[in-house]
């Protein structure tokens, strides 16, 4: 059972990030401003006719957002590395900082031999995707460490990127020999930005060239995003502004606010509320209590028979089962697991597209 609680921890380490932190807010956000834009391209019935249907103010919008959502979110996958398995000759860059159309972008270039001892590199931007991995596997790490698996048999089969990529651009862009918790602290630290590839430069800049503790560089980090998480908050609120009251996104849109202040609520009480699954040996009945202070959680669960298994942990801001929540939860579940993939495939055609 201790596999299933790294697992499961694992999971609901992402839905923390986009729930909580800045980043995830800030794209979920992202994407409400996509949607918006893309319905200027649609016919009556919903349908996306085209970037050809779009007015030009219509198709520079469309290539800002896009833009914007591909820096936020950043690379999750290398292809020209995924033959390099020894993760003890991979090297990243320095990162490479740049801006355009007031969208700053982070890239770094990670470059290693695979098995025919061969050179291969790639750059890959650095963003919510790369960091909420790297976080995700740290702590699922942690809990098979904890629960008395041997240490080399740890990343056994892990991928190395994203996974244990993460921890070769920290100690690279940080040259600080860091543990695991560190590694946690700083991913979460730089999630309190909307663009999290900026701030981890930052973080990792601030380790590298002063002799400042860890401790004091996050809680300089946390501080310089306090203003920046009330904006993404407001702005997500606005989104509501022009909405006719009482319909069914209306009344969604209120809920995620609930459930994204209470997000906010939960990281002013602890930055780093994913420390939580590491305190202790956890049962699988123990780790669900332990999520279930913290957010609303819909757990969609695959049974024999291919069926589904679907039921909400947590405090209940939201809902607290299937019959207390809201008929916009209810309709939009399957269509949001559905979409997501496909705009993220179609985002980065969109984005080559116009560069």
């Not at 679907?310 to 939860?329: E, F, N, T």
Request: aromatic share 8%; glycine share 8%; hydrophobic share 40%.
């Amino acid at each position: 059972m201790s596999g299933a609680v790294a697992m499961h921890a694992h999971e609901y380490v992402h839905f923390l990030h986009n729930a909580s932190t800045t980043a995830g807010q800030a794209y979920l956000l992202s994407n409400l401003m996509l949607l918006r834009v893309m319905a200027g391209g649609c016919d009556d019935q919903g349908y996306f006719l085209g970037m050809d249907s779009m007015p030009e103010e219509g198709r520079n919008s469309l290539r800002y957002v896009a833009a914007v959502m591909c820096e936020q979110l950043g690379a999750t996958f290398a292809r020209e590395l995924q033959d390099c398995k020894d993760v003890s000759n991979w090297e990243c860059s320095p990162p490479d900082i740049s801006e355009y159309d007031g969208i700053p972008s982070v890239v770094a270039t990670f470059s290693a031999r695979n098995g025919r001892n061969e050179s291969r590199s790639q750059s890959v931007n650095i963003g919510l995707g790369f960091i909420t991995e790297g976080i995700a596997y740290e702590v699922d790490r942690e809990i098979r460490h904890l629960n008395g698996m041997a240490e080399s048999e740890l990343d056994s089969e892990t991928r190395i990127f994203p996974y244990l990529a993460y921890r070769v651009l920290i100690r690279s862009w940080s040259g600080r020999d860091l543990d695991a918790h560190d590694r946690i602290a700083i991913g979460v630290a730089a999630l309190a930005s909307q663009f999290s590839g900026r701030l981890l430069v930052t973080i990792c800049g601030e380790l590298k060239n002063t002799a400042r503790s860890l401790d004091s560089v996050l809680a300089m980090a946390n501080k310089s995003c306090l203003d920046e998480s009330k904006q993404v908050l407001a702005l997500l609120r606005k989104q509501r502004d022009d909405l006719s009251k009482g319909d069914v996104i209306w009344t969604a849109m209120g809920e995620y606010m609930r459930l994204a202040e209470a997000g906010v609520q939960l990281r002013q009480n602890s930055s780093a509320p994913e420390f939580a699954f590491l305190s202790r040996t956890m049962s699988s009945e123990e780790f669900r209590n332990c999520i279930g202070g913290m957010l609303d959680c819909l757990v969609i669960q695959s049974k024999p028979g291919k069926l589904l298994e679907m039921y909400w942990i947590g405090p209940g801001q939201i809902a607290k089962d299937d019959r207390s929540m809201s008929l916009p939860w209810r309709s939009s579940i399957g269509d949001a697991f559905q979409s997501a993939p496909y705009y993220r495939r179609r985002l980065r055609c969109f984005h080559r597209s116009f560069n």
